[in-house]
């Protein structure tokens, strides 16, 4: 679904009755690859979700069922292949949301909730520790903590912010920025969790007031261009936050749409590099939010380099196993999924895989490092910032 | 194990065949009413009411064998007890041909996938049965090749299910059906023997396509493939259906055979539109879609024919090539009608081409009388034959009207057959028709080769050659005809 797309959800009860069960969503579904029971398809949960809520069979709520709404990664791999058009990424949404309503999620949702609501962070860290990461920084930059008015704003995050493995992100990302001279600044303490992880556990309202707070926070400071390294951030912005910045006028961009554009203006030259890179693509970036183009366009920049698209590539990519809060309630499902990725890597030949989403970097290497193969997993502003270097 | 009719010593050697293949499968063996209850139905939304007094469709075991020899071994085990064995892939068909009627074990075959062998010199493939001819077609387009031909379910479908049901789709019209394209296959046999089989083996290939899945498991196919093509794709309008249909008569038997030859007719075409999905500036009329595939100078006698056509014709247009394109695009999608349901009932007719214009006269009259409004589309899956799927809107959650509904299906059947149509696959809801889709002869053929090679019935039984005895013709055509009556008396429901 991109964002020009119209989502044709109407209520959970309608579009489960117009589901065709052709299981077209079932051979692109990740998490029906690894588990292979039809109940882990999505055409089998919304057999049952019709029979629970278009049927009033409320009997038909069991725990296994609950269980498999939450294997889900969200990755919008249904959504693309539905034959009906049903909205299946924002019907896996609204069912987390009414299990949440009816007290049946998992208990990792409310610890979720229950540390987002404490810290405003996933971590354990306090908020205000948002900007440990710079002091990494050679010389930290003279406006990173809420600059009023600068001309750019990253929004770093929680995990490029709080955890060490993901740090290398928002360095590479705040270094290429200070090389090509662009006034930028974060949200600082004042960086909220963007509310995905609770609007992915079906905490619909909480997920509402992150949202509102970072919103309000861009505007106190007059920002008119954000720019986001998480995927899934960029997502919450570019199509959860719409309401709340409606009449204000805000440029939402990936970062590797902003350093893309660093790149063809001449801001940053990237030199040879003698790699054979592949790139995966991350589902709330591509498939979910239609951003293909950027980071390739910043692979094939590099000269020297050499490019090869995976097996599954762009609108037809496979999921790392990391979206969707999946990592919280079936780690081992998760690793799975990130493990048939990591096949397709491998078949490449690639020396460097690169993605665009610091989740997908962490499954990704962490099934490479368990496969034993040679191969560097990037960011691609990490990649970028190789070739400037 | 759940609760099931079983009672005495035979039916304790069938639990505790049961419970063997359980523990030899592990993990992947469920029979828990959870995973169950999923495998006893299809795409079909038939009610309860209806189909718990006919068939006992909830498995007693679920199990997803991990290769040809694990199969083996379960059709041996069930074999010996006496177990009825329904093998399932993609689930894609509304008949119930992967759907128990008698209980037993469900196969769900898909961990059987992947490419075993690509031969590019000799353009063949090998393939585990239930890979999807999605994944299929990935596979080979990245690497410059493609299926011949690929069902209108692609996505789902699994290469062994359409081999064993007609195997005819899209690409079929230019390169014939699926049996024609399998140069050999692995199958279990009911006994659980493991055979290699080819067109002159003993039995021969060609007793396995179309057979339902009663005769044998296939696991295994190789099957010929084509170099991927360049396309060119046209997209015709016209508000007469008969202008419309000799330009499709000419395009397929012309020089150039078009790769694909999809039609629309107006009821469809206007549903469409009010959906929001019918082509810019269309909201009526028939549609023909005609898509190529060859060498360049294929294409373009191709282009000259439809456009000399086109050219002659008082009311055929081009519609633009971006319309052309999105209707290729969305050819595995025809789905896509249901939002207007929130149910779809319909017939989908084996129909000889030449009696199109015909049978559409007729469902359009049938339609005025039914109040009904009935779509119809489909495409010409041979130079004889199209598959024509004729349908209307229903309310599944509304069971009284939609199992009256479903007696409307008999009179878009009864149509068909006025113009030497039948059914397009059996499974279990088509039986009754069995005396119009096969010759008495042909039928006892079949059957013999059923009691050959599976004398105890077992494999996917309830299927193909025989009807149940409350869907006997008789019964059934009274049946259908009462419930007929009782929507017209009742002033028709909520089928639309």
Same mark, same amino acid.
């Given at each position: 679904?991109?964002?020009?797309?119209? =989502? #044709?959800?109407? @209520?959970?009860?309608?579009?489960?009755?117009? $589901?065709?069960? !052709? *299981?077209? &969503?079932?051979?692109? /579904?990740?998490?029906?690859?690894?588990?292979?029971?039809?109940?882990?398809?999505?055409?089998?949960?919304?057999?049952?979700?019709?029979?629970?809520?278009?049927?009033?069979?409320?009997? =038909? #709520?069991?725990? @296994?069922?609950?269980?498999?709404?939450?294997? $889900?990664?969200? !990755? *919008?791999? &249904?959504?693309?292949? /539905?034959?009906?058009?049903?909205?299946?990424?924002?019907?896996?949404?609204?069912?987390?949301?009414?299990?949440?309503?009816?007290?049946?999620?998992?208990?990792?949702?409310?610890?979720?909730?229950?540390?987002?609501?404490?810290?405003?962070?996933?971590?354990?860290?306090?908020?205000?520790?948002?900007?440990?990461?710079?002091?990494?920084?050679?010389?930290?930059?003279?406006?990173?903590?809420?600059?009023?008015?600068?001309?750019?704003?990253?929004?770093?995050?929680?995990?490029?912010?709080?955890?060490?493995?993901?740090?290398?992100?928002?360095?590479?990302?705040?270094?290429?920025?200070?090389?090509?001279?662009?006034?930028?600044?974060?949200?600082?303490?004042?960086?909220?969790?963007?509310?995905?992880?609770?609007?992915?556990?079906?905490?619909?309202?909480?997920?509402?007031?992150?949202?509102?707070?970072?919103?309000?926070?861009?505007?106190?400071?007059?920002?008119?261009?954000?720019?986001?390294?998480?995927?899934?951030?960029?997502?919450?912005?570019?199509?959860?936050?719409?309401?709340?910045?409606?009449?204000?006028?805000?440029?939402?961009?990936?970062?590797?749409?902003?350093?893309?554009?660093?790149?063809?203006?001449?801001?940053?030259?990237?030199?040879?590099?003698?790699?054979?890179?592949?790139?995966?693509?991350?589902?709330?970036?591509?498939?979910?939010?239609?951003?293909?183009?950027?980071?390739?366009?910043?692979?094939?920049?590099?000269?020297?380099?050499?490019?090869?698209?995976?097996?599954?590539?762009?609108?037809?990519?496979?999921?790392?196993?990391?979206?969707?809060?999946?990592?919280?309630?079936?780690?081992?499902?998760?690793?799975?999924?990130?493990?048939?990725?990591?096949?397709?890597?491998?078949?490449?030949?690639?020396?460097?895989?690169?993605?665009?989403?610091?989740?997908?970097?962490?499954?990704?290497?962490?099934?490479?490092?368990?496969?034993?193969?040679?191969?560097?997993?990037?960011?691609?502003?990490?990649?970028?910032?190789?070739?400037?270097? | 194990?759940?609760?099931?009719?079983?009672?005495?010593?035979?039916?304790?050697?069938?639990?505790?065949?049961?419970?063997?293949?359980?523990?030899?499968?592990?993990?992947?063996?469920?029979?828990?009413?959870?995973?169950?209850?999923?495998?006893?139905?299809?795409?079909?939304?038939?009610?309860?009411?209806?189909?718990?007094?006919?068939?006992?469709?909830?498995?007693?075991?679920?199990?997803?064998?991990?290769?040809?020899?694990?199969?083996?071994?379960?059709?041996?085990?069930?074999?010996?007890?006496?177990?009825?064995?329904?093998?399932?892939?993609?689930?894609?068909?509304?008949?119930?041909?992967?759907?128990?009627?008698?209980?037993?074990?469900?196969?769900?075959?898909?961990?059987?996938?992947?490419?075993?062998?690509?031969?590019?010199?000799?353009?063949?493939?090998?393939?585990?049965?239930?890979?999807?001819?999605?994944?299929?077609?990935?596979?080979?387009?990245?690497?410059?090749?493609?299926?011949?031909?690929?069902?209108?379910?692609?996505?789902?479908?699994?290469?062994?299910?359409?081999?064993?049901?007609?195997?005819?789709?899209?690409?079929?019209?230019?390169?014939?059906?699926?049996?024609?394209?399998?140069?050999?296959?692995?199958?279990?046999?009911?006994?659980?023997?493991?055979?290699?089989?080819?067109?002159?083996?003993?039995?021969?290939?060609?007793?396995?396509?179309?057979?339902?899945?009663?005769?044998?498991?296939?696991?295994?196919?190789?099957?010929?493939?084509?170099?991927?093509?360049?396309?060119?794709?046209?997209?015709?309008?016209?508000?007469?259906?008969?202008?419309?249909?000799?330009?499709?008569?000419?395009?397929?038997?012309?020089?150039?055979?078009?790769?694909?030859?999809?039609?629309?007719?107006?009821?469809?075409?206007?549903?469409?539109?009010?959906?929001?999905?019918?082509?810019?500036?269309?909201?009526?009329?028939?549609?023909?879609?005609?898509?190529?595939?060859?060498?360049?100078?294929?294409?373009?006698?191709?282009?000259?024919?439809?456009?000399?056509?086109?050219?002659?014709?008082?009311?055929?247009?081009?519609?633009?090539?971006?319309?052309?394109?999105?209707?290729?695009?969305?050819?595995?999608?025809?789905?896509?009608?249901?939002?207007?349901?929130?149910?779809?009932?319909?017939?989908?007719?084996?129909?000889?081409?030449?009696?199109?214009?015909?049978?559409?006269?007729?469902?359009?009259?049938?339609?005025?009388?039914?109040?009904?409004?009935?779509?119809?589309?489909?495409?010409?899956?041979?130079?004889?034959?199209?598959?024509?799927?004729?349908?209307?809107?229903?309310?599944?959650?509304?069971?009284?009207?939609?199992?009256?509904?479903?007696?409307?299906?008999?009179?878009?059947?009864?149509?068909?057959?006025?113009?030497?149509?039948?059914?397009?696959?059996?499974?279990?809801?088509?039986?009754?028709?069995?005396?119009?889709?096969?010759?008495?002869?042909?039928?006892?053929?079949?059957?013999?080769?059923?009691?050959?090679?599976?004398?105890?019935?077992?494999?996917?039984?309830?299927?193909?050659?025989?009807?149940?005895?409350?869907?006997?013709?008789?019964?059934?055509?009274?049946?259908?005809?009462?419930?007929?009556?009782?929507?017209?008396?009742?002033?028709?429901?909520?089928?639309?």
């Amino acid at each position: 679904m991109t964002p020009d797309d119209k =989502s #044709l959800l109407q @209520d959970l009860e309608k579009e489960s009755l117009i $589901c065709g069960r !052709c *299981g077209n &969503c079932r051979s692109s /579904c990740p998490v029906y690859r690894v588990i292979g029971w039809e109940s882990a398809s999505p055409r089998g949960k919304i057999s049952m979700a019709k029979e629970i809520f278009a049927k009033g069979h409320q009997d =038909s #709520l069991t725990g @296994d069922f609950a269980r498999r709404v939450a294997q $889900c990664t969200l !990755c *919008g791999a &249904c959504t693309r292949e /539905c034959a009906t058009g049903i909205d299946t990424r924002n019907m896996w949404l609204e069912l987390r949301r009414r299990l949440c309503q009816m007290g049946q999620e998992p208990q990792a949702y409310d610890k979720i909730r229950d540390n987002l609501l404490a810290r405003k962070n996933v971590s354990t860290f306090d908020n205000e520790d948002r900007l440990e990461w710079a002091q990494d920084l050679d010389e930290e930059p003279e406006h990173l903590d809420r600059q009023e008015g600068a001309e750019v704003c990253y929004f770093v995050g929680c995990v490029s912010s709080f955890f060490p493995q993901a740090a290398q992100i928002p360095l590479a990302v705040s270094q290429l920025l200070m090389k090509a001279g662009v006034d930028f600044t974060t949200l600082g303490g004042e960086e909220w969790c963007c509310g995905f992880p609770l609007l992915g556990a079906g905490f619909v309202d909480d997920a509402r007031e992150f949202a509102r707070h970072n919103v309000a926070k861009v505007k106190e400071l007059g920002i008119h261009t954000l720019i986001a390294s998480c995927a899934s951030c960029y997502h919450v912005w570019k199509h959860d936050c719409q309401e709340d910045l409606a009449g204000y006028d805000l440029e939402i961009l990936h970062t590797s749409e902003y350093l893309a554009r660093l790149v063809r203006d001449g801001c940053l030259e990237p030199q040879p590099l003698d790699e054979v890179v592949t790139y995966h693509d991350p589902c709330d970036l591509g498939r979910n939010s239609g951003v293909f183009e950027a980071p390739r366009e910043i692979i094939r920049s590099i000269p020297g380099v050499s490019f090869v698209e995976l097996e599954h590539s762009r609108e037809s990519s496979l999921c790392c196993g990391g979206g969707g809060n999946l990592q919280s309630v079936d780690p081992d499902l998760s690793a799975e999924i990130a493990r048939f990725r990591v096949e397709e890597i491998a078949a490449t030949g690639a020396t460097v895989a690169v993605s665009a989403c610091q989740q997908c970097e962490q499954m990704l290497s962490a099934a490479i490092r368990k496969a034993g193969l040679p191969v560097r997993v990037m960011d691609v502003s990490e990649l970028l910032l190789e070739a400037v270097d | 194990m759940p609760d099931r009719p079983w009672r005495g010593r035979e039916d304790m050697e069938k639990i505790e065949a049961l419970l063997q293949i359980k523990k030899m499968c592990a993990e992947r063996a469920t029979d828990s009413l959870f995973e169950c209850i999923l495998y006893a139905r299809d795409l079909a939304p038939v009610p309860a009411l209806l189909v718990d007094p006919l068939f006992r469709t909830m498995p007693d075991l679920v199990v997803r064998p991990a290769d040809a020899e694990e199969v083996s071994a379960i059709l041996k085990l069930a074999s010996a007890a006496g177990i009825p064995v329904t093998p399932r892939a993609g689930a894609s068909t509304v008949y119930f041909n992967t759907v128990p009627a008698r209980g037993g074990i469900v196969l769900d075959l898909n961990l059987l996938r992947g490419v075993v062998e690509l031969d590019e010199e000799n353009l063949t493939v090998t393939v585990k049965a239930a890979t999807t001819w999605g994944e299929l077609e990935h596979y080979l387009n990245t690497r410059g090749l493609a299926p011949l031909s690929v069902p209108s379910s692609a996505p789902s479908a699994s290469i062994g299910g359409w081999f064993t049901m007609m195997g005819y789709g899209i690409g079929s019209l230019k390169y014939g059906s699926l049996l024609s394209q399998v140069q050999a296959a692995e199958v279990v046999l009911p006994d659980g023997e493991i055979r290699g089989l080819t067109p002159e083996s003993d039995p021969p290939l060609d007793w396995f396509a179309a057979s339902e899945g009663t005769l044998g498991i296939v696991t295994r196919l190789k099957i010929a493939i084509r170099r991927n093509n360049p396309m060119r794709h046209y997209l015709l309008h016209s508000p007469n259906l008969g202008e419309i249909a000799e330009v499709l008569m000419v395009v397929k038997d012309s020089g150039v055979t078009p790769y694909n030859l999809h039609f629309t007719d107006d009821a469809c075409v206007q549903a469409m539109h009010r959906q929001g999905i019918a082509p810019d500036g269309v909201s009526g009329g028939c549609l023909l879609a005609i898509d190529y595939e060859g060498m360049p100078e294929e294409l373009a006698a191709a282009e000259q024919t439809v456009e000399s056509l086109v050219a002659v014709s008082r009311t055929v247009s081009f519609l633009s090539p971006e319309a052309a394109l999105e209707e290729w695009d969305e050819r595995y999608k025809s789905l896509k009608l249901k939002r207007s349901g929130p149910s779809e009932l319909g017939g989908e007719v084996w129909l000889p081409v030449q009696s199109l214009v015909p049978y559409l006269a007729d469902i359009k009259q049938l339609a005025r009388r039914l109040h009904l409004g009935l779509c119809t589309y489909g495409h010409v899956a041979s130079p004889e034959r199209a598959i024509v799927m004729t349908m209307f809107f229903a309310d599944e959650t509304k069971v009284f009207d939609y199992i009256i509904g479903l007696s409307l299906v008999k009179k878009i059947h009864d149509v068909g057959y006025r113009h030497g149509g039948y059914p397009y696959g059996v499974g279990l809801w088509n039986t009754p028709y069995l005396g119009r889709i096969f010759t008495g002869r042909r039928l006892a053929e079949l059957r013999a080769r059923k009691e050959r090679l599976d004398p105890k019935g077992l494999l996917n039984p309830g299927k193909l050659y025989r009807w149940p005895l409350l869907l006997n013709p008789l019964f059934f055509a009274v049946g259908m005809d009462c419930l007929a009556g009782i929507r017209s008396l009742t002033g028709g429901g909520s089928c639309r």
